[in-house]
């Protein structure tokens, strides 16, 4: 007698990109079946077994991807700072605009003074344009706050983005981000008052899912980045952290030995880093909207991480000073025009490399049997044309958990 499978949904009529192994892998004519929010079974619908299902869905042609992944962001933020934009574009310095009270410390000051349910309003009005082209995951740094009070004001609008949308949200403490006006000349002080209280109030408020700082001249040197890993480590959270932006302080291969998720940006990255990072299993995270918004002209070292089996994420950076993104689509074609990225190894790093840096590789960014059913349906020919059109918003049905998200 032939068993059948029982599932709340099939959906089939498209090419199926499952993104396995970081590769298209496509199925032809495939079909999708979802239980409780998970795929119980893929494959080519001319092959699919005895399948019972609550709702069927039958496209007429195009692909289905995997839901996308948006691993590196600064959503959650006060006030915004497209008036320091305007002035660099008409000749004013970063450190004229810092002196007139600019910078990131505008945007410490923003936050600080802003409502949780500001916030709030706030960052729903950036996170949509990323659900309207197929995000179902999104990181969500801290970071603007610099206080307990206030760094845990961020993680937990954070946290409620994912209670009032269908999105799935990771949350990272970045309370080490940048040094705060009261502690200035106090840096050790303050790097005391992250390990000793910001962080251990996170992780156990269950406000953070892991932990980053910015390892860079003008933020925190390597010591004082190893000292916040160690009260991660201590508090049971994974380490993720800004690496190699401006110059090479070997930080990445200081995350590869705590065995980070991910290290993000790297344009100074050498192929020692590389190599340190092929051994952690610590993934490239390429932010290639703070690269053309701040004219870089020292492109990440792509060639290093392919030829040590560095998987390599794309992300949106989306913050209000180095990358007011709200494209996660429009940054996997800068991957390709500016880093020399492939489209498949830029749909790989927002799909499942974008998952290994959030921890989720086991459940999310391929569509295999026992993964989160989270995928998008889009009228296109082929994958490649998610790097190819720039702007506008392509058409697409997102499916979160198994259903079609309104």
């Known amino acids: 007698m032939t068993s059948v499978i029982h599932c709340d949904s099939l959906w089939q009529g498209a090419d199926i ?31 699919m077994p005895a399948i019972s299902a609550s709702n069927i869905v039958t496209f007429d042609g195009g ?16 006030g915004d700072r497209s008036g320091e934009f305007e002035q660099r574009l008409n000749g004013v ?11 990131i410390i505008s945007t410490v000051n923003a936050t600080r003074d802003t409502s949780e349910a500001q916030l709030l309003e706030q960052a729903l009005f950036r996170l949509q344009p990323l ?40 949350t990272t403490c970045l ?20 390990c000793d209280t910001i962080i251990p109030q996170a992780a156990e408020a269950g406000l953070a899912d892991a932990v980053d700082a910015f390892c860079e001249h003008l933020a925190f040197s390597p010591e004082q980045v190893e000292r916040v890993f160690v009260a991660a480590k201590a508090a049971g959270l994974p380490v993720k952290l800004h690496a190699e932006q401006l110059s090479p302080l070997a930080g990445s291969s200081l995350a590869a030995r705590y065995q980070a998720l991910s290290a993000d940006h790297l344009e100074y990255a050498t192929e020692a880093d590389a190599i340190a990072m092929s051994r952690a299993g610590t993934v490239a995270v390429l932010l290639p909207g703070a690269y053309y918004l701040l004219r870089e002209t020292q492109c ?36 390709c025009t ?18 290994q840096a959030l921890g989720l590789r086991e459940s999310h960014g391929s569509l295999e049997t026992g993964k989160k059913a989270d995928f998008v349906h889009w009228p296109l020919s082929r994958p490649a044309e998610l790097a190819y059109w720039l702007g506008g918003q392509l058409p697409c049905t997102i499916i979160f ?6």
């Open 63 to 78: 692909i289905i991807t995997p839901g996308l992944i948006d691993c590196h962001t600064h959503l959650v933020f006060g």
């Open 175 to 194: 309370a080490a981000h940048a040094l705060p006006p009261e502690y200035r000349g106090r840096s050790d002080d303050y790097i005391q008052l992250v």
């Open 131 to 170: 659900l309207a082209e197929g995000v179902t995951c999104v990181e969500i740094k801290s970071g603007y706050g610099l206080t307990p009070q206030s760094e845990l004001k961020m993680l937990r609008v954070a946290r409620q983005l994912a209670e009032l949308l269908a999105i799935e949200v990771k």
């Open 93 to 103: 310095s970063y450190a004229e605009i810092a002196a007139q009270g600019g910078g």
């Open 300 to 335: 990440p070292p792509v060639e290093f991480f392919r030829k040590h089996g560095v998987p390599m994420a794309i992300a949106s950076d989306a913050n209000p000073g180095t990358s007011p993104a709200l494209s996660l689509r429009l940054m996997i074609n800068m991957a």
């Open 17 to 47: 990109v499952t993104m396995r192994d970081g590769k298209y892998h496509t199925i032809h004519q495939g079909a999708i079946a979802v239980r409780n929010g998970e795929i119980v079974w893929i494959g080519e619908q001319a092959s």
């Open 401 to 406: 958990r198994g259903e079609v998200r309104q």
């Open 338 to 355: 500016l880093f020399h990225l492939t489209p498949e190894e830029a749909l790989a790093g927002v799909t499942l490399h974008a998952a």
